[in-house]
């Protein structure tokens, strides 16, 4: 009974959801695309509506909803075809604010977290580096203690939302010589002297989804802009990740049903050889593929949404959740955009949009090939 309450409400919230981006997002969009960038307006349109870091505690400007919630943000962003909104929402909401929550102090979380529930602070994570991807302890950015401040300097390629921020969790280096041990995060104002954006990449998909490199130099910031204890950065990012690379999952599949409900429609419609695309055998088989790989893929990712509710959640499973998700994402969107023929080539059908914005899941928060090495680890140990 409880439960039936439960998904009931969980399906109010989602149809909210819908209604706000049917109107807000769906007719603006393609310019969006086209722009290479959502207006920055969008952040506060969104946090008026409630749809911002909703999981977060009442008392920080969030609804105090279960996890789920906020899942459902993102997914029905993905869902409905906008692939790079749906990574902003999530790298705000999912990764930034959590990391607030989970690790920050009561005066970071009341200097930043209501502010994000508003959109009127746009939040970011800057781990990527030019020669620190997937080996994150590479990374140079340095910063050095001085007095009551610290002074980073360095830079950072790739950040979601870099170029809307207004505060950016950097990791860097406080030990150079400690590894993993000498790496901290720290709360970064992006209003202070010596942070600078460089441009908005150029992506093949996601394009409305402002990726960015970024500069430190000398920037000067206080002491009390570091996000728990000094050395323990890299720990922080390990505990953090399993919930980004679930997310990440949940959007692949929330994807590839977006993808597939495209597909059904148009293979009702299209005739060719005198019979419509949907009575060929092959087209039978591939869709009856293609839903039972989603189904199997949607059934993994809800197991695992709720033992992350239950605080069960290890980094291998979330790993095994984003690798199989993404894979599967990729696999629908290319298969369902060969039943369109021509047309999915085109940018007019939106299955290519799909197309082009699944690919990156399978790189960032940890490419396929870094999960398969953290799933194996659990299983075998190091090599
Ligand atoms: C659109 C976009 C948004 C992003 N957003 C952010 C963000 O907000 N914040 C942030 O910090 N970063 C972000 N990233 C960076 C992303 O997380 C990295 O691109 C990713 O971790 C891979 O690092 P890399 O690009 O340096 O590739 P590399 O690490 O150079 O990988 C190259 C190849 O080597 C393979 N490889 C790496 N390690 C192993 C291994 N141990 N065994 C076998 N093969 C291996 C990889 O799988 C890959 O195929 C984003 C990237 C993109 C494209």
Known sequence: MTKTIEAEELGLFRDTVVKVFESEVSPHYESWDKAGIVPRELWRTLGAAGLLCVDMPEEYGGCGVPFEYS???????ARMGFGALS???????????????????????????????????????????PGAGSDLQAMRTSAVADGD?????????????GQHADMVIVAAKTDPKAGAKGISLFLVDTSLPGYSRGRNMDKIGQH???????????LRIPRTALLGEEGQGFMYLMTELPRERLVIGALGVA??????????????????????????????????????????????????????????????????????????????????????????????????RAFMDARVQRIYGGTSEVMKEVIARSLLGRA
């Open 71 to 77: 899942v459902v943000v993102g997914a029905e962003l």
């Open 87 to 129: 990574t902003n929402v999530m790298v705000h909401s999912d990764i930034v604010a959590p990391y607030l929550s989970h690790i920050g102090n009561e005066a970071q979380r009341q200097q930043w977290l209501p502010k994000m529930a508003t959109g009127e602070a746009v939040g970011a994570i800057a781990m990527t580096e």
């Open 149 to 161: 401040d610290y002074i980073l300097n360095g830079s950072k390629t790739f950040i979601t939302n």
């Open 208 to 218: 409305c989804g402002d990726t960015s490199e970024l500069f430190f130099s000398d």
């Open 255 to 352: 994807a590839a049903r977006g993808s597939l409900d495209l597909t059904l429609t148009y293979v009702d419609e299209r005739v060719l050889f005198g019979q419509k695309l949907k009575q060929f055998q092959n087209t039978r088989f591939q869709i009856a593929e293609m839903e039972t790989d989603y189904r199997v893929n949607k059934a993994f990712i809800d197991q695992c949404i709720a033992e992350y509710e239950r605080g069960e959640l290890d980094a291998a499973t979330a790993s095994m959740a984003k690798y199989s998700a993404t894979e599967m994402q990729c696999r629908v969107a290319d298969g369902c955009l060969q039943l369109f023929g021509g047309y999915g080539y085109t940018t007019e059908y939106p299955i290519s």
